[in-house]
């Protein structure tokens, strides 16, 4: 299958297919959600290897990162910094009550590249979550990185391949 990894491309197409975007939400939220989970994890295992984060880390630069103390510790401790220390300088708690990580883009991103990669939080880790079961109970928060993600993107393209879905444009002349 053929892949876009142009940034500006999938960031245009995630502009222009917003309605489009839309409405295959839509249509996702009546399919069966294992059905559609063994597709998207198919379309995910064989996209993710060709996609090169090191030339994208857009999700680095809008994500907000929650962090567990075990983690915050353990950065804190490879920084060689006081665990308080670290915590001042780099973590914020949300409004409800999480440890984030306090700059987007993450303080840690360096020419698209982690320099923590090793001791990167367990949400870095995950993103974009498409080998994780359920995935249509996630289309909001998986759909708002379609324009910056190109995983998301070119998983989300086959997968209305796969479906045979096509986009039915409202009809502005009535
Ligand atoms: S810790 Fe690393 S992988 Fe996680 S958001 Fe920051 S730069 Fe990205
Ligand atoms: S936004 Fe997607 S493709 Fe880009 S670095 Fe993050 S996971 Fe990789």
Known sequence: MKLTHQLNVIEQAGTEKEAENYQFRQFLYQQNSADI???????????TPQVDCTA??????SLMINVTPVENERLAS????????????YIETSLQGDM?????PCHFLQNKCCTVYEYRFQECRTFPGLHLPDFTGRLFSTFMH???????????????QRLQ????????DS
């Open 146 to 160: 379609y324009g910056r993600c190109p995983i998301i993107y070119n998983v989300t393209e086959q997968l209305k």
């Open 100 to 104: 984030i990580v306090n700059t987007i």
């Open 37 to 47: 989970d063994v597709i998207v994890h198919e379309l995910d295992a064989a996209i």
């Open 78 to 89: 490879h920084l060689q910094m006081p665990v308080a220390e670290f915590t001042q300088q």
């Open 165 to 172: 879905w096509q986009y039915q444009p409202a009809d502005t």
């Open 56 to 61: 994208c880390g857009n999700c680095c630069q």
